[in-house]
């Protein structure tokens, strides 16, 4: 099934339900085989996973609530290969081998080299990991080549022009971080347009933080249309530029994905109006968020003290949107995190978790401001 045949909304199998918020196995099989359900009922084809997601079991879930449910032509799967665990050049026939097992399929519709930025590009081109997906797709194990990236747009030009036999680009792109000079979105998409690539857009919601913005930005989404979701604002955003073919919402409840699904089955580009609107909220929210976290986690693997970064990032975001300065049950969450977690004021300083943050934050920084807040 060709990408630009199907419609704009992919299944992102990264934050699936769960019976136990904090054991990320927990998979609630029932609710994500009831998701899938929905989703190919209504018209929707394209799946998203990875290697890592769910603790190494997402392509396996994806396996068992999908590929052995329907034929294998009623639905596209992409995965990646995971840049970031190469250490020999064997890795790469190993890795994809297992994937191909995990996910119980004889080829991938799409496959991407995962998460690219300066240290796993390097990587990548170490093991000539380009050229190994070239010689799958050959084979008819892959059927699209692309990747997905998190830095700066003069990186992805470099990329882009030296390997222009990659099909498509997954970009985290959202309103929010369009102009942001750490993330780049606009600029990224920019160099994907120059070359001529489709584009599949990763994060439109910022890992979900733009389905619950600020009070008054809520209120001027609702006056502008209240039939409208909050999360529909950025979905929508995603999907309206050009050589946008694909959005990936990561699909954490049924609801969620009722949700995603009633604009996007008859989809409607955003208006001038809705421009204008979407301007203003951003402005909003960029005066009440202080850090900028999606809450991809890749932060906390590694970390010599077990902190739990992005669920304190998220506590004191809370709390700093608050008109009120009062944070009791925030801090009741805190302090039962690090029961079983590092504290912030733990934090050694090694700087292993900002070399692997997609958004480029200065963790150590604001972990400081966490332990200020909350110890």
């Known amino acids: 099934m060709n990408l630009t045949q199907q419609k ?21 099989y029932e609710q994500v085989n009831n998701m899938v359900d929905a989703f190919i009922e209504n018209g929707f084809t394209y799946f998203d996973t990875a290697y890592m997601y769910h603790d190494f079991i997402s392509e396996n879930v994806v396996r068992d609530c999908l590929v052995k449910r329907y034929p294998r032509e009623s639905f596209t799967i992409a995965t990646k290969l995971p840049t970031m665990f190469l250490k020999e050049q064997d890795d790469l026939e190993r890795i994809f081998n297992e994937q191909l097992e995990k996910v119980g399929v004889d080829y991938f519709d799409y496959y991407l080299l995962h998460n690219l930025g300066v240290d796993n590009y390097a990587k990548a081109e170490k093991f000539d990991a380009f050229n190994f997906i070239q010689e799958k ?22 990329i882009l022009t030296k390997h222009p036999e990659i099909e498509f680009v997954q970009l985290q792109i959202n309103y929010i971080d369009w102009d942001n000079q750490s993330i ?41 249309n209240s039939n409208l979701s909050i999360a529909s604002w950025g979905i929508r955003f995603a999907a309206s530029l050009n ?9 954490s409840s049924f609801d969620q994905m009722m949700d995603n699904m009633s604009y996007m089955k008859n989809f409607q580009a955003l208006n001038q109006e809705e421009d204008r609107v979407i301007s203003k909220a951003v402005k909003m929210i960029n005066e009440s968020i202080a850090i900028q976290c999606t809450a991809c ?3 906390v693997d590694g970390c010599p003290k077990n902190i739990a970064i992005p669920e304190y990032f998220s506590l004191y975001n809370t709390v700093k949107q608050k008109t009120v300065s009062v944070f009791d049950i925030e801090k009741v969450y805190y302090d039962n995190y690090t029961k079983t977690n590092g504290k912030a004021s733990d934090c050694i300083k090694c700087g292993k978790c900002e070399k692997s943050c997609p958004q480029h934050i200065e963790i150590v920084n604001w972990l400081n401001e966490v332990s200020v807040t909350f110890e």
């Open 243 to 251: 050589n946008v073919i694909m959005v990936l919402s990561g699909m």
């Open 184 to 224: 780049q979105s606009g600029k990224c998409y920019n160099v994907a347009q120059k070359h001529g690539k489709k584009i599949i857009v990763m994060e439109p919601l910022k890992g979900g933080s733009l389905a619950n913005v600020p009070a008054k930005v809520s209120n001027l989404f609702k006056s502008s």
């Open 137 to 158: 797709q050959k084979q008819g194990k892959i059927k699209h080549i692309g990747f997905s990236y998190h830095d700066s747009a003069v990186l992805l030009d470099e």
């Open 297 to 299: 986690r890749y932060c």
């Open 8 to 28: 704009k909304l992919g299944f992102g199998c990264m934050r699936l339900p769960l019976l136990n918020s904090k054991d990320q196995k927990s998979i609630n």
